[in-house]
Structures are given as C-alpha cells and as structure tokens.
C-alpha cells in the first residue's frame, strides 16, 4: 500500500506564495493519478486539483485555478502543489490523495494564510 507524507505548508500573508510537497512510497504511485485535496475548520475535504498519470493532464477547482499548479515527478514518487496569490480563505490541511481517494490518507500539512 502507498504510503503519503505531505510538507510545505507554514504560516503566510495575503498573496504570498507556497510549494507543497507530497512524497508516496510505492512502485504503483506512477500508476495513480494524483490530487490534491484540502479541509478547512468545519468543512468537508475537497478536491483542489488533479494531475494524470504521466503528468500531461491538470484539473483544478474554480476557486484555485489561475492560482495554484499542480505537477508531479514520478522518478522521485513526488506531486507538488505550487500556490500563488494565497488568500485567507485558502487556509485549510492539505493532503495528497490519487484521483479517487483510496489510498490510506496521510498526516496532511496546515497551510494558513494571515496577516
């Protein structure tokens, strides 16, 4: 089973900028493909963006798009999720998940975006 470790996250003001990271464990990561997801305080996780398998197809929500960009390294078993122009309202726990949701979740990394 893949195992997920995200990090990147911190503390940073109004348009500021952020890289997170997702390291998976794993031969099959390159088989997956990958998103990235986030749950604020009080609401359900959502599905921020999406990367295909060899990394040629990218989705993202509404909210982010234009904002934040998603790629992947399958050599190194690795998705980034590049944040831009960060707003409050992007503050949330962001983990990696593939497209689906089933692989075992990880610890996630707390993005919060303050003045």
């Known amino acids: 089973q893949v195992q997920l470790v995200e990090s990147g996250g911190g503390l940073v003001q109004p348009g500021g900028s952020l890289r997170l990271s997702c390291a998976a464990s794993?031969?099959?990561?390159?088989?997956?493909?990958m998103g990235w997801y986030r749950q604020a305080p009080g609401k359900e996780r959502e599905l921020v963006a999406v990367i295909s398998t060899g990394g040629s197809s990218k989705n993202y929500a509404d909210s982010v798009k234009g904002r934040f960009t998603i790629s992947r390294d399958n050599a190194k078993n690795t998705v980034y999720l590049q944040m831009n122009s960060l707003k409050p309202e992007d503050t949330a726990v962001y983990y990696c998940?593939?497209?689906?949701?089933?692989?075992?979740w990880g610890q996630g990394t707390q993005v919060t975006v303050s003045s």
């Open positions: 794993g031969s099959i990561f390159r088989f997956n493909a």
């Open positions: 998940n593939n497209d689906k949701a089933r692989l075992n």
